[in-house]
């Protein structure tokens, strides 16, 4: 069982230059999330989708955008990079239920220069 | 979204209990509160949650004061592979369902 999947791991972007940050679950779960984290920091939320065909801002929202492209995917775009957004990246799921806990992927290393 | 405190760092010595504290007194009545840790270069992983009661499971425990407004996660006998930043997360079900994270308590465990 691959539990949250994120694509890719690694990755080096020059300032302006766009990405899609990828993320699939295959736990049937119907809540998805991306966080981020700066060095030395806690876990920020950016975008979650309660459910297939929904999302909702974060607390730190600007400068992404998201897609739910079905239950399984859940997609995070960098449409014009800036060095701010040089962090780790997570993607996350739960039931969506008043007990879900999250399962977490192992992050995606993004360095802006 | 409730509000949660957490001592920055504590130490602890290795086989030895560790008490955890976390502040959430602006959690509302019907919110989870859940813990999560971080080990090094990987993502959180779910430790335990509860709502009211003590809970206890093979990882840990988790003690709920009588108001909810403060709770304590116990590991009973630390080893140097609990050394991790605990994050105690009040979870959101008015509405939504989201976590919010704070900075957490980094562990250190010392031999």
């Given amino acids: 069982n691959a539990g949250v999947t994120q694509t890719p ?10 990405m899609t940050l990828q ?27 309660a459910s297939e065909g929904t999302t909702d801002k974060g607390e730190v929202p600007n400068g992404y955008n998201v897609s739910r ?28 239920l008043r007990r879900a806990t999250l399962h977490f992927g192992n992050g995606t290393r993004l360095t802006v220069t | 979204d409730a509000k949660t405190t957490q001592p920055n760092s504590m130490e602890s010595n290795e086989e030895e209990p560790v008490h955890l504290p976390c502040n959430h007194s602006t959690i509302s009545g ?10 090094p270069s990987q ?6 949650h509860g709502l009211t009661s003590n809970v206890n499971n093979r990882m840990a425990s988790l003690a709920i004061a009588e108001d909810r407004k403060s709770s304590t996660l116990i590991l009973h006998r630390a080893t140097l592979r ?18 919010i994270f704070g900075t957490g ?3 250190k465990v010392l031999a």
């Fill in chain 2, 82 to 99: 609990d050394a991790a930043v605990y994050y105690c997360i009040p979870y959101t079900t008015s509405g939504t369902y989201k976590y």
């Fill in chain 1, 69 to 96: 492209l079905n239950k399984r995917e859940f997609s995070l775009r960098l449409e014009s990079a800036a060095p701010s957004q040089t962090s780790v990246y997570f993607c996350a799921s739960s039931e969506a």
């Fill in chain 1, 9 to 18: 791991k690694f990755q080096v972007l020059k300032t302006g230059q766009s």
């Fill in chain 2, 43 to 48: 993502g959180p992983e779910y430790v335990i």
């Fill in chain 1, 23 to 49: 993320c699939a679950q295959d736990m049937n779960h119907n809540s998805m999330y991306w966080y981020r984290q700066d060095p030395g920091m806690g876990l920020r939320l950016i975008y979650y989708s």
């Fill in chain 2, 105 to 107: 308590t980094r562990l």
């Fill in chain 2, 30 to 39: 019907t919110d989870y509160i859940h813990w999560y840790r971080q080990l």
